[in-house]
């Protein structure tokens, strides 16, 4: 196995998160296996329920390779709008960048729990199979800052593990956990993200959008209009 402590990279060990500099090289070929074959066509929910119906200021947060941003900055209207994706291991955001090719996309190594932009920057945040990778305590600082750096109006969309509510889901977030000996998985099969997301600044503004596969939510988390720019949750 991976020496996860070793490979670390600077930003990378500035945080308690799951990093995965070590998996960076392999990371496309082993996400569709990890994921049953489900990770485009989730992604392609995930920007469908995004409305990205003009051009937008969008954060992808826990970007991995940066599928999911390049499949963001893709539906985006022609003509404007701007997508970053940050991740905490470097090897990844090295991944994304060569990836990205020509396309308007900017990748930056960066922590979600602490975002290096101003109040009210983004009209979308996302993250996809990103939250069981953080500890609760983590997950209540990185949904605070998605409140912070979204504008009134703003959406957030999460998907990840979440409570299963069939056999089969059961068994798939159970077998994560086990494989992975992440902590981190079981906090969210025992339903700390759903608890984070409902304590937080947008208690009164969230709902599940979909289930997946009996063990993945897809969370839509909204700051009302009228919120007054960059407050703190
Ligand atoms: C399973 S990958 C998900 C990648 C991508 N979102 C996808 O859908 O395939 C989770 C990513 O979170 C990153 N990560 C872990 N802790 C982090 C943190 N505190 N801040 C930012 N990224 C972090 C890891 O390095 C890893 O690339």
């Known amino acids: 196995m991976f020496d996860r402590t070793f490979q670390r990279s600077a930003c990378a060990r500035r945080t308690t998160g799951v990093t995965l500099d070590h998996a960076a090289a392999l990371y496309d070929w082993l996400a569709p296996v990890m994921t049953l074959g489900m990770e485009t066509r989730l992604h392609r929910q995930v920007v469908a329920a995004m409305d990205l119906d003009r051009p937008m200021a969008v954060l992808d947060i ?6 999911l941003t390049r499949l963001i900055a893709d539906a985006m209207p022609a003509g404007g ?10 090897k990844m955001i090295d991944v994304a960048r060569r990836k990205a090719g020509s396309r308007s996309l900017q990748f930056e190594a960066a922590l979600a729990e602490d975002l290096p932009y101003p109040p009210a920057s ?12 953080l500890d609760v305590r ?3 600082r990185a949904i605070a800052e998605i409140q912070r750096v979204l504008r009134p109006g ?3 969309h999460i998907l ?8 089969f889901g059961s068994f798939c977030a ?5 494989l992975f000996r992440q902590p981190e998985i079981m906090e969210n099969i025992n339903g700390m993200l759903r608890l984070v997301i409902a304590t937080s600044g947008f208690k009164d503004s969230w709902r599940i959008v979909s289930r997946h596969a009996g063990y993945l939510s897809l969370y839509e988390l909204t700051v009302p209009s009228d919120k007054p720019e960059g407050v703190k949750s």
């Open 62 to 67: 826990g970007c991995g390779t940066g599928s």
């Open 154 to 156: 703003g959406r957030a």
């Open 138 to 140: 983590l997950k209540t």
């Open 160 to 167: 990840d593990v979440d409570i299963p509510t069939t056999r």
């Open 122 to 133: 983004f009209d979308r945040a996302v993250s996809t199979f990103f939250f069981h990778h």
């Open 81 to 90: 709008g701007w997508t970053i994706g940050i991740d905490a291991a470097e």
């Open 174 to 178: 159970h077998a994560g956990y086990h």
